[in-house]
C-alpha cells in the first residue's frame, strides 16, 4: 500500500483546508520544499500535491514550488488541481513529475481524459471529489448531480494510473475515511483505488491496509498536528 502524504498548495506555502472551505485555511510550513524534504529525510517515497491556487484560476500556480521539489527530491509526485487541458499536463509533467492527477476535467470532458490517458499510459490518474455520492468539480464548488459510481463506470476502459476517492464532507475533519465507500469502488475498479480525506490516526491506516483491495492512502492534516507519528506511518506497507 502506498503512502501519500500530502502538500497542499495555496500561495506558494503549505495549508489545510477544512471540507474544502477556501475560508478555512490553516497554513503549517511557508516552505513547500522544506515541508517535502521532511518527508523524504523520514523515508517517505512519494508525495501528492495539490495545487489549490490553480482550481480556482487557471492563471494563478504553484508551479515554481512544484517544480523546486521534483528538482531538490528524488520523491514521486502526483500532482494535482486544475489541470484542464492537455497544455496544463504537459506543462506539469515536464517538471518531473511521477504522474499527475484530473479531477474537474475529467468529468466534464470524458473525451480528453481517454486522449491523455493514451498519450501518457498510467501517469494519469482521476480524482473522485464525492459530496453525499455526488460528484463535486472546481475545487469543490461546482456540485453536480452525477453519482461518482456511475462516472467510474465510465472511464473504466481508460489505462488511467490510479483512482483517488475523496469524501469531502471528511476532508480536514479527522473524523476517518468513508472506508465503506472507498472499499466498495475499489471492489469494483480495474485500476487502483486511493483513499483521501479524513485520516485522524494510524489506525485509520491500519484498517485500509487491511481490506487489501485499496491501494494506497493520502494524509494531511493529521500529519502536520502531530495526531500520525511519521516514523509509525513510514513502516506501513
Known amino acids: 500500500m502506498i503512502i501519500y502524504p500530502a502538500i497542499d498548495l495555496k500561495n506558494q506555502k503549505c495549508v489545510r483546508l477544512y471540507k474544502g472551505d477556501f475560508s478555512k485555511e490553516e497554513i503549517f510550513n511557508d516552505s513547500p520544499l522544506d515541508q517535502a524534504q521532511q518527508f523524504e529525510k523520514l523515508g517517505f517515497q512519494n508525495l501528492h500535491i495539490v495545487d489549490l491556487d490553480r482550481t480556482l484560476s487557471s492563471n494563478n500556480t504553484n508551479l515554481n514550488s512544484i517544480k523546486e521539489i521534483a528538482k531538490n527530491t528524488s520523491l514521486k509526485i502526483q500532482v494535482g488541481g486544475g489541470l484542464r487541458t492537455l497544455e496544463n499536463i504537459e506543462e506539469v509533467l515536464r517538471l518531473g513529475v511521477e504522474n499527475v492527477v484530473m479531477g474537474t476535467a475529467a468529468v466534464e470532458n470524458i473525451d480528453l481524459l481517454k486522449e491523455v490517458s493514451i498519450k501518457y499510459p498510467n501517469q494519469i490518474s482521476v480524482g473522485i471529489d464525492v459530496r453525499k ?5 472546481k475545487g469543490w464548488t461546482d456540485q453536480t448531480q452525477l453519482l461518482a459510481f456511475d462516472f467510474v463506470d465510465q472511464i473504466k476502459e481508460c489505462p488511467i494510473k490510479s483512482i483517488i476517492f475523496t469524501d469531502i464532507d471528511k476532508d480536514g475533519t479527522k473524523e476517518g475515511v468513508n472506508l465503506e465507500e472507498t472499499l466498495k469502488l475499489a471492489t469494483i475498479s480495474k485500476v ?6 479524513g485520516v485522524a490516526k494510524i489506525e485509520d491506516v491500519f484498517d485500509i491496509q487491511k481490506t487489501q483491495k485499496i ?9 502536520y498536528d502531530g495526531s500520525i507519528n511519521l516514523e509509525e506511518l513510514v513502516k506501513v506497507k
Open 192 to 197: 487502483p483505488v486511493i483513499a483521501s480525506g
Open 133 to 137: 455520492g455526488f460528484l463535486a468539480l
Open 215 to 223: 491501494g494506497g492512502v493520502i494524509i494531511g492534516k493529521a500529519i
